[in-house]
Each structure stands twice: as C-alpha cells, then as structure tokens.
C-alpha cells in the first residue's frame, strides 16, 4: 500500500513556500490621520514630509524627515514615519531601526509595534515578530481603525499556526483569529484559515466545511481544492479527491503539491497513472527528499523493488539513521531474496526506534531466513507490544520455536496459526500439520 505520511510530508514542504506572506500594514499614510501614540508634530518638515508620504513621494518624504530628524532624534511620529518611508521603498533593515527608535521615544505607539511586527514576519523572524504584534493588541489604535488591530490578531494567528520553533499551537491560533473575527468582517482569507486549523487539530468534518465554504465562493481557489482534496483523502473518498484535483490542475497544472495529491489518490485507486505522474514530478525536483521518497514507496508498490531501492540507497546516504527509510529498505531487499542484508537493515532500525514495530516485524521475519530463531522470538515479543498477532506471525513463532527443539511451544504455535489462517496459506497449512504430527502432538 502507497505510504501515505510520505504524501503529508511533502504536500506540507511544497506547500510551505505558497504560504500566504504577512503583508505590511495597509494603514493610511502618516499625516493623513493623527497616529496614535505619535505627538503631532507641528514642523514644517514633518508635515512636508506627510503630504508627500500621500502622495508616495517617498525622496521628498525621506529629505524632509532627515532634515528635521538631525535635530529632533526622538520625535516618535517622525521616526515612525521615517520607517513607514523606509519600508514601502523595500528597505527592511532601516526601516526596522526606525521602528524601533519610534518605539524607544514611545512605547505606547500601536502602528510602530504593529509595523514592526509585521515586517519581522515577513522576514520570517516570528520569534521576534509576535511580541511586538502581541502589544499592538494591547494598544489603542485610534484613529488608525480597528481593522488594523484585526490585522494584528491575524498576524499572530498565522504565527501561533506554525510556531515559533516548528511546533504550532492550533488552539492559540484560533483564538487570535477569533479575537479578529470580532473587530472585523470574516473574509476568505480567514475560512480557508480557519480551515487549515481545524485540519491541522483532526477536526475533519469541521476543515471540510470551512474548505467548502471556500470553494463555494471561489470555485478557482487552489488552496481550499487542496485542503479539502487532502480531508476528502484522509476519509479515503478518493474519487471525488481525484475529480477536484483535476479540475484545479486544469487551472495550475505545474502545481507541485497538487500533483502529489493526484498522483497519492490514483496510487490509492491502483491506477497506472500514478507512476508517471510522480516520475514527473520527480524529474522536476530531483533533489527534494520527499519526492525522492514517494517515488521510491510507489516503485515498491508496483513491484519494482530494484528501481525502488535504487532511490532508498541515495536516501538512506543523507539520512543513514532514518528508521522509517531503513525500513522501507529492508521491505525491498525481503523482496529481492536478500535476506542477509536485510536482517542488518531492520536490525538497526530497530534499534534505533524500538518503538517501530515495523522494523521489529521485519526482522523477526528475516532472521528466521537467516537462521537466527533466538532473534526471531525477541524480534516477535517486541513487535507485540505493538501489533496483535496475525497469521503469519503466529507462524514465525512456531518455527522459531520448531528450531529450538521446543516441541510444546511449537505445536501451540501451530494450531494458533491454524485456527487463524482459514485457508489463506495451504502451504504453510500443510506444513503445520506436519510438524504438529511430527512433534507428538495432538492436532
């Protein structure tokens, strides 16, 4: 079966790049209305310099301000302004100094926190970003409009979605988007957020509502036909997955995350396409991991285990501790009759991750080829921590113990298997009469 975690991973990383940016304040200029917190300045400059800003004159702005800045350091309004000069001319690193000078002459100031606020999360830095937008909460924005408070509740919101540090509080999140909600109209933007949260907590039946809420108001939106395709996925409702995706390739086809989702619901479908598809992909971004690691999972899927592995091997070079690829290896290498090689495959992912019942799967499976009945057992006793035992299992466990000349477990063994399989291993079956007669015992 195609893995699907590998799909999450790499829709989330393509995905992560067309993340709606946090756009600077769509404040009025200085000058048009009193900034809240900024003193009204009664220089012939700053007022100059705020008839220009309306008018996006930025260089007769900028000379007015210096000049009154030489000998007016700390006026807050006019540094702020300065920034606001500064940031619209795509000058980030002097217009961040200037916010923060304004700051500094006032702390009180809700569009110098809000400002810079925002232009730290644009440059990606939220570790810094949100105290100040947490503040511009706090402040009275006056004049400026509670839209612009709503904008930084939706700043923080976008932040506590991700985190500071990767780790991304859901709940916080929707709390600040909640706290915009009630300074301003839902928009879009917000639905498709709120939809993206709920996603992200498990709350399913919730995201797809959101999402088709979205679409319903904008059939063309790609990121609410790829959010609600990966719920619709999810639920394994692949046919109306597919039908969405197609019909939103048909307006982005070079998508990337949009053409792994597809090529996730054919795979599922055992379509032929898949293959292709993700082969394509593939060719466009050869040195994406992820994509590499889809490739190689649907290879195996489609019985190519030498093609499958071919990818494994230049993963498993960047990452040679990664149980879950050390897995996926050993899985291919149990397939191409390399027993030896892959017992020391899930043998070190298992030790690795002794919680990956997989690993511990695979090699109570290749020890007993390897004639290693011992490690068969504690492979076995690990894996079912984990795992309820099935047919096969049961049967690994009676030749284990076969091999150990410990007749009694291994005809318990046998019958377990027996009483289970239902017809689906004659071989197997046949075996395990045998040897139950062979061991003495009663069948």
């Given at each position: 079966?195609?893995?699907?975690a590998?799909?999450f ?25 009193p900034?809240?917190?900024l ?5 012939a ?18 000379t007015?301000?210096?000049l ?13 302004d300065s ?37 730290l ?14 503040i511009?909460?706090?402040l ?11 904008r ?28 915009a ?5 839902e928009t879009?933007a917000?639905t ?13 039946d ?13 059939p063309k939106?790609?990121?609410a ?14 046919p ?43 060719d ?6 992820t ?8 290879l ?13 091997i ?15 290896e050993?899985q ?22 002794q ?41 690994l ?9 410990q ?25 395990a ?11």
């Amino acid at each position: 079966m195609f893995r699907f975690a590998l799909f999450f991973l790499l829709v989330a990383s393509l995905a992560a790049s067309a993340q709606e940016p946090v756009q600077a304040p769509a404040q009025n200029p200085p000058g048009s209305t009193p900034a809240t917190g900024l003193p009204q300045s009664e220089s012939a400059q700053v007022a100059e310099a705020e008839s220009a800003i309306a008018k996006s004159d930025w260089k007769t702005a900028e000379t007015a301000l210096n000049l009154w800045l030489t000998s007016n350091p700390r006026d807050a309004r006019a540094l702020f302004d300065s920034g606001y000069v500064a940031d619209a001319q795509n000058r980030p690193a002097d217009a961040r100094d200037l916010y923060r000078r304004a700051i500094d002459a006032d702390p009180k100031s809700f569009e110098a926190h809000l400002s810079l606020g925002l232009l730290l999360a644009r440059q990606g830095d939220a570790e810094n970003a949100r105290p100040e937008l947490a503040i511009a909460t706090t402040l009275d924005p006056g004049d400026s409009g509670s839209a612009l408070k709503a904008r930084a509740w939706r700043a923080l919101a976008r932040i506590d979605q991700a985190g500071i540090k990767g780790a991304g509080d859901t709940a916080e999140a929707s709390n600040d988007l909640i706290e915009a909600l009630k300074l301003s109209p839902e928009t879009p933007a917000d639905t498709l957020l709120a939809a993206n949260l709920a996603e992200q907590a498990g709350q399913w039946d919730v995201a797809e509502k959101a999402y088709r809420r979205v679409l319903a108001n904008d059939p063309k939106s790609i990121d609410a036909a790829s959010g609600l395709s990966h719920v619709l996925i999810v639920g394994k409702q692949y046919p109306e997955a597919e039908t969405i995706l197609r019909t939103a390739l048909e307006q982005s086809a070079d998508d990337p995350a949009l053409t792994a989702q597809l090529a996730t619901v054919l795979a599922a479908q055992d379509k032929a396409e898949a293959l292709p598809l993700i082969q394509k992909l593939h060719d466009a971004h050869p040195d994406d991991p992820t994509i590499t690691r889809m490739l190689a999972a649907v290879l195996a899927d489609a019985g190519d285990y030498s093609g499958s592995d071919h990818y494994y091997i230049k993963l498993l070079a960047a990452k040679p501790n990664d149980p879950e690829l050390l897995v996926a290896e050993g899985q291919n290498l149990v397939h191409l009759l390399r027993y030896a090689d892959a017992y020391a495959v899930f043998n070190k992912a298992s030790q690795l991750d002794q919680g990956n019942a997989e690993a511990w799967s695979g090699l109570a499976f290749a020890a007993s080829r390897t004639g290693h009945p011992d490690v068969t057992l504690h492979a076995l006793t690990m894996r079912s921590k984990y795992l309820p035992e099935v047919p096969t299992t049961y049967f690994l466990w009676a030749t284990a113990y076969d091999n150990l000349h410990q007749k009694e477990q291994a005809a318990a063994y046998y019958k377990l298997f027996l009483e289970s399989s239902a017809g689906k291993f004659p071989d197997q079956e046949w075996q395990a009469r045998q040897r139950i007669k062979l061991l003495g015992q009663k069948p």
